[in-house]
Structures are given as C-alpha cells and as structure tokens.
C-alpha cells in the first residue's frame, strides 16, 4: 500500500495544473517569444503614471494640486520618505526580471533553432534595450542601484539578491552602453514591416510599442558626456524616414516642410491671436493634434518615435485621465512657472504669447488643467473609458537632443541652426538657388563625419558656404 501510495503522489505531482501555464509549455515557437514580448511590454504600460511623475513632478514645468496626496507632494517638493509608494523601484524591477528571463530563453531558443537568426537577433535585442532604458530610469532617480541581468526562477535565486551591490551612476552607465552598444539589431524599428510582431489590433498599430533603440543609445551617451556618438545615433533617428517622410527638407516658398507634417503654432488669420487652431478637430497639422491622434494616422507616425496605446478592454488602462483631468483626481497640474513664461513670450506674429501653452493646457474655472496627456483618450472623458496613448519618445525630442549633443561638441552654429531659422538660412551667404540648399541637406543625411569641413568640399558647392562644422 505505501509503494502504491507513493507511486500515486508522484503522479500527482506530475500533473500539469489546468488553469496555469506550465516552463514547458512556453518558449517553443515563434509564437510564444512573441506573446512574451507583447507580455512584458503590456507590464511597461503599467509604469506610465510612475514615470510621469518621477520625471514631470520634480521637474519645473508641473506642480501639484489641491487634490495631491501627501506622497506627491513629497516628490514635489524632493523630500521623499522610504515608504513613499510612488518612488518604490518594485515596479519597474518586475519588468526587468521578465526581460531577464525572456532573454535567457531567446538564447535557447536561438541555440536549438526554434528561431531564425534574424527573429531572435530583432526579439533579443528589443528587450534588451527596453531593460537598458529601464535601468537609465532607475539610475536618473535613485543614483546608484543593482544591477541584475540574470534570471530569477528558484527561491535561492531571490535571496542572492541581497547579495548584490549597487552601481553609481557613472559605472551603470558604462555598463549600459557596454552591453546595449554591440546588439545584433539597433534598426530604427524594432520590428520591420512583414514580421510577425507588426500588426493592428484594437484600433492600434503596434510598429511603435516597441522601443527606439537609437534613441535610447543617444541617451546614454550623452549621460556618458560622449557627445560625438550621441550625435550619431540621434542623427541615425532624424535620417531614418527621410523617404517618404522629409521632415527636415526645408521649403523656402511655403515656409514649412515638404511632403511632411511639422505640426506648427497655426493663427487662421495672421497677427490675431483668437484665431489659434486651439481644438483636434481645427486643422490635422496644427501643433495641438500631433497629441491627439490615433497611431493609425500617418501625420502621427512622423512625430512619434515611441508610443504605448491603452485600451478599453484590458488593463492596466489610460492612468492619465485621473492624473490630470478634472474628470479624474485631477493631482498634478502645469505650474505657475512655465505658465508665465509663455505667456511671456512674443512669438514672430507679434502675438504676446506662447501659442503652445494654449495648447499644452486650458482653463477649467481658476484651475489649469493639462491637455497634452489626455487629448488622445477615448471619448468622452471619463473615468469608464481606458483608452490613450502613452507617448514617449518625439522627433523633437530627438532634434533637441542631437542639437544639445552638437553644441557640447563645440559645435554650436549646428545647434543654432537647427532651434532657429534651419540649416540653409543658418550656413548660406546670400542668394542660395534651391538646389544647392538641396545638396547641402543631402550631404548631412550621407556624412557620418560630423566633424567634415564643408570648406574642404567648396569645389563642388556653388556659391562658397561658410564653415559648416
């Protein structure tokens, strides 16, 4: 009876669980890296109010409100206790298990052929850059923290956790560039057109879920203070949807782009301020919209370089409208600062202010409200509605930063040029025929040489240009 007895538990034990889903059964086709992908950025889409206050709140440009917990006003006010909610890295340190385990497999994967090189060199290296942009994250607000790349799968694993040391600020840096730079996949989208990973879902095309490894490269090497490869890989962005997308092909007739969407500060009637295009139904190319599109739209795709939708349907949903409307808790709010700064401004017209605060926030009462957060939410408003869109990396974004990466460089002239009046205005002496402006843009797409004097190549631009670099 004992023999049989045991033979009977250990059949038991044996037995794969119903309502689980066993190691064994996960990581053996095509299909199953994918659902980890997906997976582990469904777990991302759960950090964005997280990150929206840990960067936004204790930054200049937004305060709290009325309706703040007293753990906000900590981060507000950068007196933060240990048992603050908010500023607890579980969170983000969940996602980076999962990307560690997700990797280790893509390994085993790749050894015993159940992916092809490219599948598993584009899955490997998207979540492996989505862990580096995780831990930069960790490193911007917590300065020195562990550094964990390996699995965690037994009890013996997470007690030698402990064990591990944290890493300054300048070492994990080093140690992010170290194992992001040599990936066998930094193209500017993570998934190409055709691969299983690209696809509509949910009113949602998911080509711009997955992180921008170029971006996040710029990233840590300008914290690196390598401004000359931050230059690169930022200018490997700004060059990466040229056709079709000429989004720095300047047109000095019509004042803007050709081809391209640039979303500008646009007046229905110059020099009269109440006629700014201050709704997403005025104009699809005001500067307002590129907020509230759908990543359907193809307008939206030229501005946005990384971008999580939220849906009605699945968690964790649209944590922007409690954040920030008056719909929701309405907690944080545009701060005074910035608010007076724009309207302190001037802007070309001889309009005296910043249009873009009246399209960054509106009025609800005496209360400021922002609106760049929650313009791409379901409609309407409200607390039932899930949907949005977490937007994260913009091309202006990338501009400013190749522009900053430039000027650190001792290039300045560059970095004036392009938060100016352009390229060509910026490096032409007088009278400059179209076609040459032309190859002088073709020529900074090409150069990889950000140093190049343009004064060596003078015998094949006609008139003589200035010193470019």
Not at 40 to 60: F, H, K, P, T
Not at 434 to 456: D, G, H, I, M, P
């Amino acid at each position: 009876m004992l023999v049989f007895s045991f033979v009977s538990c250990k059949k038991a034990l044996e037995t794969l669980p119903e309502d689980k889903l066993d190691k064994s059964m996960m990581y053996n086709t095509l299909a199953d890296a994918d659902a980890a992908v997906l997976g582990i950025y469904g777990q991302v889409a759960g950090l964005g109010e997280r990150y929206i206050l840990l960067n936004e709140l204790r930054a200049d440009l937004v305060d709290v409100t009325r309706n703040a917990d007293p753990w906000l006003q900590q981060i507000n006010n950068h007196e933060v206790t240990v048992d603050n909610p908010y500023t607890d890295p579980t969170a983000f340190y969940k996602v980076i298990f999962n990307c560690n385990d997700a990797l280790k497999n893509f390994k085993i994967m790749g050894d015993q052929g159940k992916l092809s090189q490219q599948e598993f060199a584009q899955r490997y290296s998207d979540i492996a850059v989505l862990r580096t942009w995780l831990y930069l994250q960790l490193g911007i607000h917590y300065g020195a923290v562990p550094y964990i790349t390996e699995a965690v799968e037994t009890v013996k694993d997470i007690a030698a956790l402990n064990n591990v040391p944290k890493k300054p600020f300048d070492q994990l840096i080093d140690q992010l560039i170290s194992d992001t730079k040599d990936l066998p996949y930094l193209e500017y989208f993570a998934y190409p057109v055709g691969t299983s990973l690209v696809f509509t879902v949910d009113g949602s095309k998911t080509d711009k879920i997955f992180i921008n490894k170029p971006h996040v490269l710029g990233e840590l090497y300008l914290w690196k203070g390598d401004y000359y490869q931050a230059a690169y890989w930022y200018k490997k962005i700004l060059s990466a949807m040229d056709e079709g997308a000429p989004r720095i092909e300047y047109d000095v007739n019509e004042n803007r782009i050709s081809g391209g969407w640039e979303f500008p500060v646009r007046y229905a009637r110059p020099q009269e301020g109440s006629s700014l295009f201050n709704s997403l139904t005025d104009d699809a190319n005001s500067w307002r919209s590129m907020f509230g599109l759908a990543n359907t739209v193809m307008a939206w795709s030229f501005e946005w370089n990384w971008s999580i939708p939220y849906s009605n349907s699945f968690a964790p949903g649209n944590p922007f409208v409690d954040l920030v409307s008056k719909t929701g808790s309405y907690k944080i709010k545009p701060s005074q600062k910035i608010m007076d700064y724009w309207n302190a401004q001037t802007n070309i017209a001889g309009i005296p202010w910043d249009g873009r605060g009246k399209l960054s926030y509106e009025m609800s009462g005496n209360d400021p409200v922002i609106t760049k957060l929650t313009d791409n939410a379901s409609a309407p408003l409200t607390l039932l509605n899930k949907g949005g869109q977490w937007n994260i990396f913009r091309a202006a974004q990338a501009h400013l930063r190749f522009a900053e990466a430039a000027n650190r460089d001792g290039h300045g002239r560059v970095a004036f040029a392009l938060l100016n009046s352009g390229i060509m205005n910026t490096f032409t002496m007088g009278p400059s025929p179209r076609a040459e402006a032309k190859y002088l843009l073709t020529f900074l797409n090409w150069s990889q040489k950000f140093r190049t004097r343009v004064l060596e190549q003078t015998e094949l631009i006609t008139p003589p240009l200035p010193l470019l670099l």
